[in-house]
């Protein structure tokens, strides 16, 4: 039996990779899309070849992703954005699906930042997108990304919205207090134990 997969997303600094982890705990197999992205990016001869048409020679430096760089070029430029997506997404994807034949548990979870902006929530059996107020989002991604308060907003933007994201999630959990958010996990864990049991 193939598992039931899982997307887990939220805005920036919303809490996914705590969210992740506590998954992790329970013997959940979590898939960092972000994580793996970038490997593909290092490792796939066809990504690189089509990020340096893309971006030009300054994308890899001694053949390797040269993020700032990239970073830098996608920041304010939402088509730049969209285009290095459409590169590396559909690969990602096809990676992610590999990966969950090879798992034996009744569920997995994909860590994935823009589930809903790029469309792949639909392929989803269950969506958990986890909130925190925008003020607490913005102070934590300050001190962990050693970033500012403009660029964090600016990211914020390209995002949708968590009320455009609520509206289309099975779950949801308020990631403020680290003891409630393991609680909210592990209740979403038995309801999807439960369900994957029944189907």
Do not use: C
Not at 13 to 19: L, P
Not at 119 to 147: F, H, L, M
């Amino acid at each position: 039996m193939t598992p039931k997969t899982v997307g887990l997303t939220g805005g920036i600094g919303s809490g996914k990779t705590t969210v992740a982890n506590f998954f992790k705990k329970l013997d959940i197999p979590v898939y960092i899309a972000d994580v793996e992205a970038k490997a593909l990016m290092n490792r796939s001869k066809v990504i690189k070849r089509k990020l340096i048409q893309l971006f030009g020679d300054q994308a890899y430096i001694n053949n390797s992703l040269n993020k700032p760089f990239i970073a830098s070029q996608i920041f304010s430029n939402k088509e730049l954005l969209q285009k290095m997506n459409a590169i590396v997404h559909p690969k990602v994807a096809r990676h992610f699906e590999k990966w969950v034949k090879k798992q034996t548990s009744k569920y997995v979870i994909s860590e994935a930042a823009i589930i809903f902006e790029n469309g792949s929530y639909k392929k989803y059996d269950y969506i958990i997108t986890v909130v925190a107020p925008e003020n607490v989002r913005i102070k934590r991604v300050i001190q962990r990304d050693d970033s500012s308060k403009e660029k964090v907003k600016a990211i914020m933007n390209n995002q949708w919205s968590d009320k455009q994201k609520i509206e289309r999630s099975n779950f949801v959990i308020t990631n403020t207090d680290l003891e409630n958010t393991k609680l909210q996990v592990n209740k979403i864990h038995q309801e999807l134990l439960k369900s994957t049991t029944n189907h």
